[in-house]
């Protein structure tokens, strides 16, 4: 028998700067039953103090954002990559953006400001770029750096950040020699609300880089073109950074809000009309309004993470307490910065950028370097859950999860999860092969949606490597030790995903079998139908057979890289998961009706060990171009760093049947062997058969790599595969 882990949801909407730093303080002092989600759109949280030096060069992409999912991996916080679409506060519901929905206990928005562009009116013109949500600025801007290497860029807003993005956008033009003319656009004065010795500097700056300023200066859309004032706005691109509002989410909402579409919250950080609902940073409307600046974000922090944990504990709450004055660090360009704290006293020079640099890098070393170790939360003693039949979930558990799920129907299907019969009843049509499969494999992740899709799409693999189509699919899965609320939660997020790829398969959900445990598991028994003819084998492969393979590998790489917290990087890992939700129905669609002499999935054993089970089956050896292999991104770099999957050295073992070219490195050899969750198929094609091929896979969007040939088997030569 063993203790229960939680039974409350804290979800965290939102990767801004209070709730990465009120992860941190949560996390260090866990409160038992309480199981942390953060949701955002972008794995990547942008520092917006450091912006402008990542466009003027001094910085990289990685040095100025928080990188979520390490974050999240460390602090014991389960991850959701998509954005909130709508908030049903009445059934503590949030609906995302692929479709499904997550429940809460408790919620906290963090998720920054949208554009003001009222003066734009309802056509906001294509060479307005707005610089908020700083989350996607930086792909935003690079796309206009690498199509605007010379010709006229204005910035609308003289506040903090237009200046301090104007004088960066003329050090990268400077650094880079493009003859870009810039200006500077002020609705009223050069920043607004900081003393004239401030300003005085930083207009000398702006004279130094040639950059016009224009204050008193409206900017409005009017008859198809931009005015500034009375004269015709002259400008290749506008970066807008005046004006602020909330995002439409809260439009939508019951949650109350201010004129601007802010959530109202009391000085504790609580929703004025919703006490389940915090808010912080820029989203949030203050009862005494405060500039929209990520110091109040990061000062609000401490207050969120504190009320969040009495709220949950029943305890009564602390006010936010807002500083009447900060230091201000305004980069300047280059390494240049103008510092005050509200009064006339000003300093500028590379000194004070040097402090702003130092402030800012202290600020990402919390998310970037090893970050501490957490404890783990305490279990709570009088929740027990036991073994055998007894670990089955609770049938109402079961039934609520399922009762909103829709699986596609088949023809003879004659009991399936409807019926409520202990086994599923199928007539089978007597023309029809039944190819039948079997997978199951503990959650790599803890977000229970991405993974219930995946592991339906592994699933079904088999069937699509044989050429068959799917037809019906037991489920049998294993959730965590939680309150029975939060298992169905769970229950109903895994099979959400699930059906959503069967029913995209056209694969019926028949039924299944539920546990809990320590761990997430899934897996699903699939059904396929075939004609005897058309079924691919392993078996067909032929001499001058040209090797064609649908997606990258590395995936065990990368999701060990889960495991080794410094190594983890979220952009790969997005990219990763991006992978493996791409179902090989698409490959096998395009060339179901082709003749393929072989074909298998790329899984467990890695593209090695699967193609040796070919060479073995059709009595044939094959020849490898190393360097046409695609590999997910990061892949080399986590091998180089000591990351592997722990199949990988069994794996290994099938290098003994290769011959390599002194040129292949071992740590490719190391990802050839990688065992893939959800990869791709492997195709053995005729010559002749394929340009027609990859045109097909290509029209189906499968991006289809050629990697090699069979070739005659020869006994005298030991290598069983080639490696060139």
Not at 483 to 507: F, I, K, S, T, W
Not at 629 to 648: A, E, R, Y
Request: negative net charge; contains cysteine.
């Amino acid at each position: 028998m063993i203790p229960s882990s939680a039974n409350q949801d804290l979800v965290l909407v939102g990767g801004g700067h209070s709730h990465c730093l009120a992860l941190r303080m949560l996390a260090m002092q866990p409160l038992p039953g309480v199981r942390v989600t953060l949701v955002s759109p972008d794995p990547l949280s942008a520092y917006s103090g450091m912006l402008p030096g990542l466009v003027a060069g001094h910085y990289d992409l990685r040095d100025t954002h928080v990188d979520l999912y390490r974050l999240c991996i460390a602090t014991g916080t389960r991850f959701v990559e998509a954005a909130v679409t709508s908030i049903n506060s009445a059934q503590r519901q949030i609906t995302l953006s692929d479709g499904s929905h997550l429940n809460y206990d408790w919620l906290s928005l963090d998720v920054g400001a949208t554009p003001d562009l009222t003066p734009l009116g309802d056509a906001v013109p294509e060479c307005v770029v707005p610089v908020k949500p700083v989350s996607g600025f930086h792909a935003r801007w690079q796309q206009w750096a690498a199509d605007n290497q010379d010709g006229t860029l204005a910035v609308v807003g003289a506040g903090a950040g237009g200046t301090e993005m104007v004088l960066a956008i003329a050090e990268h033009a400077r650094q880079h020699h493009h003859p870009v003319s810039l200006s500077l656009i002020s609705g009223s004065v050069l920043l607004p609300g900081y003393h004239d010795s401030v300003r005085r500097k930083m207009r000398k700056r702006l004279e130094q880089y040639g950059i016009e300023l224009h204050e008193n200066t409206r900017v409005r859309h009017q008859d198809g073109r931009l005015w500034a004032n009375d004269h015709p706005l002259a400008a290749d691109k506008v970066l807008w950074c005046t004006g602020v509002r909330g995002i439409p989410l809260f439009a939508h909402s019951d949650l109350a809000c201010d004129e601007k579409g802010f959530v109202k919250v009391h000085a504790t950080l609580q929703s004025e009309s919703h006490p389940r609902v915090f808010a912080a940073g820029d989203c949030a409307a203050f009862p005494q309004p405060l500039p929209k600046a990520g110091v109040y974000a990061v000062r609000q922090a401490s207050t969120l993470a504190d009320n969040l944990r009495a709220a949950l504990q029943g305890q009564p709450l602390k006010p936010y307490r807002p500083q009447h004055r900060f230091l201000s660090l305004l980069s300047a360009g280059g390494k240049d910065a103008i510092a005050s704290r509200g009064g006339a006293l000003s300093v500028a020079g590379p000194l004070m950028w040097r402090w702003k640099d130092r402030i800012d890098h202290a600020f990402m070393a919390k998310f970037q370097r090893q970050l501490p170790q957490m404890p783990a939360p305490a279990m709570d003693p009088d929740a027990l859950h036991c073994a055998g039949c007894g670990a089955k979930v609770g049938s109402d558990a079961l039934s609520d999860a399922l009762a909103t799920l829709q699986p596609q129907i088949n023809p003879g299907i004659e009991a399936g999860v409807d019926a409520g019969d202990d086994a599923a009843v199928i007539q089978w049509p007597e023309d029809q092969r039944l190819v039948q499969s079997l997978d199951f494999f503990p959650a790599f992740i803890d977000e229970p949606y991405t993974f219930g899709r995946i592991a339906a799409l592994h699933s079904l693999s088999d069937l699509y490597a044989m050429n068959a189509t799917p037809h019906s699919a037991l489920a049998n899965i294993t959730l965590n030790w939680h309150h029975p609320r939060l298992q169905g939660r769970d229950l109903q997020r895994l099979m959400a995903g699930a059906v959503r790829e069967l029913n995209r398969a056209g694969c019926t959900l028949v039924g299944g079998h539920t546990t809990e445990g320590p761990q997430m598991a899934a897996g699903f028994t699939v059904n396929g139908a075939a004609a005897s003819g058309r079924l691919w084998h392993k078996s067909g492969a032929r001499p001058g057979d040209v090797l064609v393979l649908t997606k990258p590998l590395g995936s065990g790489v990368q999701l060990a890289a889960m495991m080794h917290g410094e190594q983890l990087r979220g952009d790969w890992l997005s990219a990763t998961l991006e992978t493996l939700l791409q179902s090989n129905a698409l490959a096998r669609d395009a060339l179901q009706n082709d003749n393929v002499h072989a074909c298998t999935d790329i899984t467990g054993f890695g593209l090695i060990g699967h193609l040796l089970e070919i060479c073995q089956q059709s009595q044939v050896r094959m020849a490898l171009n190393t360097a046409a292999i695609p590999l997910l991104p990061g892949t080399l770099t986590l091998i180089d760093n000591q990351v592997t999957s722990t199949l990988s050295e069994a794996n290994r073992l099938g290098l003994l049947q290769c011959q390599r070219n002194a040129t292949v490195s071992d740590t490719l050899l190391t990802a050839l062997c990688d065992p893939q969750t959800s990869g791709g198929l492997l195709f053995c094609l005729a010559e002749d058969t394929l340009i027609p091929a990859l045109k097909k896979l290509s029209e189906n969007g499968v991006m289809a790599s050629v990697i090699g040939k069979v070739l005659v088997k020869d006994g005298e030569n030991p290598g069983v595969i080639t490696l060139d």
